[in-house]
């Protein structure tokens, strides 16, 4: 999963580094702004699903996905819970949760995926908590039952096989793909043997 950062990006057009990481490898693009008004990322995210052949979600903001037609949303632990967001969403509308502790796992049932992390300390996100490496990360996917984890936070591409050793079923990435000058080429490292 491609992941955007306003900081990362830059002022570079998303929906071009979007395509690159597509073509690349990702298999979905989650839209994060932190920055952007609620019209400006519908905006982007529409202009995304429109151009990607990947899945589409929106970092936070189920009103933004569903205005856009995004496939999905990605929900932090201070945003609406996802039994919640189940209730308003059309069937086959995905829902990523963030789960970096066992108490967040508590509160994620519900969820299609879970995103696990930090995998290690990272820069694009001052909140995420303390690293979890390997070891945390198994322990909270062993808390996942049947729903897939995807490891997040500092991921680098020669982590992907410790993730998926680990038993995750991918990785989601910001600056080891967008701060790359070849945005495919960095997203291509992340694919799997």
């Known amino acids: 999963m491609l992941v955007t950062d306003d900081a990362v990006l ?3 057009d998303v929906v071009a580094l979007a395509l690159a990481g597509e073509r690349g490898g990702a ?5 994060r702004l932190k920055r ?13 699903v429109a151009v990607l ?15 856009a037609g995004a496939a999905g949303v990605h929900l932090g632990p201070g945003d609406l819970p996802s039994h919640l967001t189940r209730r308003i969403a059309p069937p086959g509308f995905i ?10 796992a508590l509160t994620a049932g519900g969820a299609d995926y879970w995103g696990v992390g930090p995998w290690r ?11 979890l490496g390997e070891d945390g990360f198994a322990r909270i996917v062993s808390l996942a039952g049947a729903t897939p984890c995807i490891a997040i936070g500092g991921v680098r591409p020669e982590d992907v096989r410790a993730v998926r ?3 995750g079923a991918g990785v989601a990435v910001v600056s080891g ?5 070849d945005v495919a080429a960095a997203a291509r490292r992340y694919v799997p043997d």
């Open 10 to 12: 830059a002022g570079r």
């Open 27 to 31: 298999t979905s693009v989650q839209l």
């Open 36 to 48: 952007a008004t609620a019209r400006e990322q519908v905006r982007l995210a529409r202009a995304l």
């Open 53 to 67: 052949r990947v899945p589409v979600l929106v970092n936070d903001r189920p009103d933004v996905a569903l205005a």
């Open 95 to 104: 829902i990523g949760v963030s789960v970096g502790t066992a108490d967040e």
């Open 121 to 131: 300390a990272t820069g694009t996100k001052s909140d995420a908590g303390a690293a």
């Open 165 to 167: 050793d680990a038993g």
């Open 177 to 181: 793909i967008l701060a790359a000058a």
